[in-house]
Nanobody, 122 residues
Framework: QVQLVESGGGLVQVGGSLRLSCAAS????????MAWFRQVPGKQRELVAA????????YYADSEKGRFTISGDNAKNTVNLQMNSLKPEDTALYYC???????????????WGQGTQVTVSS
């Protein structure tokens, strides 16, 4: 059974940092792209960052470039998202997901975690 389990969310002040982790299990993810999405109530789920399992390529949404860093640890089967200089608009439920399709196509993501809440207070 495939599982993606997120951790690391919480409450942080503006300008602070958080590190999210996603533990992947249940299959081999070597041909997958791993990604972090976020969603706030009433809005579409949006792609934050993505990384190939090999780590050779990454993608960032424009608003996250320079603030967020996505990385993978193949030995531990985890994908991490380091978030710095957090803003109130970063408040959302953050999801880990896996895709074998096009990075920015939501429907190509076959596996999803349950999400971890990030709240940035001003």
């Amino acid at each position: 059974q495939v599982q993606l389990v997120e951790s690391g969310g919480g409450l942080v002040q503006v300008g602070g940092s958080l590190r999210l982790s996603c533990a992947a299990s249940g299959r081999t993810f070597s041909t997958y792209t791993m990604a972090w999405f976020r969603q706030v109530p009433g809005k579409q789920r949006e792609l934050v960052a993505a990384i190939s399992w090999s780590g050779s390529s990454t993608y960032y949404a424009d608003s996250e470039k320079g603030r967020f860093t996505i990385s993978g640890d193949n030995a531990k089967n985890t994908v991490n998202l380091q978030m710095n200089s957090l803003k109130p608009e970063d408040t959302a439920l953050y999801y880990c997901a896996a895709s074998r399709g096009v990075v920015r196509v939501l429907r190509d993501y076959a596996y999803w975690g349950q999400g971890t809440q990030v709240t940035v207070s001003s």
